[in-house]
């Protein structure tokens, strides 16, 4: 896939959704995998041109994890020309080492999102663009259904008021395949995650399900993502009454 497809889909989405206005400055979350880096590349292009100017911060949480080298993607924001900040921190110590968690991504993420927020107010960001794709909004609805017992999925655009701060999907429209297809023809300096639980989390085990699905149905990711969207109209249009 190309820079101009990726950014095609990319405009779509903000577009559709109304997620970048006059002003903004918009953090991007950056774990160094291919979603995250697809997503800067996209945005820094993207701020070139769209009508509403907007600025960027990229911010990376470090976990913590001996073996992480940011080297290259600390290179690519200032080829991008897009300020970054790394924010040191002992979560991987904390949950492998002093809790031991068996389920260690729930407290993970919430530590991390921690400490990223608050990179992210130091920063003057009012908003967040995080690398969720269409995939994990079929992924994440069929985690909710299996381990919580509810229809849920993220939206493409959340305002969470106690930060008040709004959440951005700008990749939403793209399929995770179209990611790939684009980090490998632009030779994309991705960083392969350090975690141990990496590969071997529930999620993994709902991506394996949903392929083995789609191979025997074909379709029906698409499907399920189409249903997500009739939702979402339905609740946008409420929200206007």
Known sequence: MTLQQVLSQVRRAADDYEMIQDG?????????????LTLLYALSTLRRFYPHPFELHAVTVDLGFENLNLGKIEALCKELDVPYTIVPTQI?????????EKNPCALCAKMRKGALNEAIREAGCNKIAYAHHKDD??????????????????????FLDRMNLTVIRPLVYMKEADVIGFVHKHDVPVVKSPCPADGHTRREYVKQLLRQLNLENPGVKDRMFTAVQSGLAEWRVHEKQ
């Open 24 to 36: 903004d400055k918009i953090a991007v979350g950056i774990s160094g995998g291919k979603d995250s």
């Open 92 to 100: 991987a110590s904390i949950v492998f080492d002093q809790r031991k």
């Open 137 to 158: 909004v079929v992924e994440t609805l069929m985690l909710s259904l299996i381990y919580e017992g509810r229809f849920h999925t993220f939206a493409p655009v959340t």
